[in-house]
């Protein structure tokens, strides 16, 4: 079994800051990568970020400039610094891990609950 488990989603003004966690554990073997999609009311989910094992980082345009994520290997748990966010950012954000497990041997991708980010005045 493996559990992804978000905190950090709230309400904020337009123009503020928010910063996601979101840490993988269970039965892993290895995490190829880690990141962020979002899903808008009455939109489909979209990337937000992504960062593998080895570091690299790989942003949707929108979030070039304001938003930054990293990751703690050691703890398995990936963030996601947000800045300058707009109402347009008002979403359910998601945490997503590629990882072996020891159950399946095999890459999948695991999701975490989501939580809710609103960015209004």
């Known amino acids: 079994q493996v559990q992804l488990v978000e905190s950090g989603g709230g309400l904020v003004q337009p123009g503020g800051s928010l910063s996601l966690s979101c840490a993988a554990s269970g039965s892993i073997v290895s995490i190829n990568a880690m990141g962020w999609y979002r899903q808008a009311p009455g939109k489909q989910r979209e990337l937000v970020a992504t960062?593998?094992?080895?570091?690299?980082?790989n942003y949707a345009d929108y979030a070039k400039g304001r938003f930054t994520i990293s990751r703690d290997s050691a703890r398995n748990t990936v963030y996601l610094q947000m800045n300058s966010l707009k109402p347009e950012d008002t979403a359910v954000y998601y945490c997503?891990?590629?990882?072996?497990?020891?159950?399946?041997?095999?890459?999948?991708?695991?999701w975490g609950q989501g939580t809710q980010v609103t960015v209004s005045s």
């Open positions: 960062i593998s094992s080895g570091g690299s980082t």
């Open positions: 997503f891990g590629r990882m072996v497990t020891f159950t399946t041997l095999r890459v999948l991708d695991y």
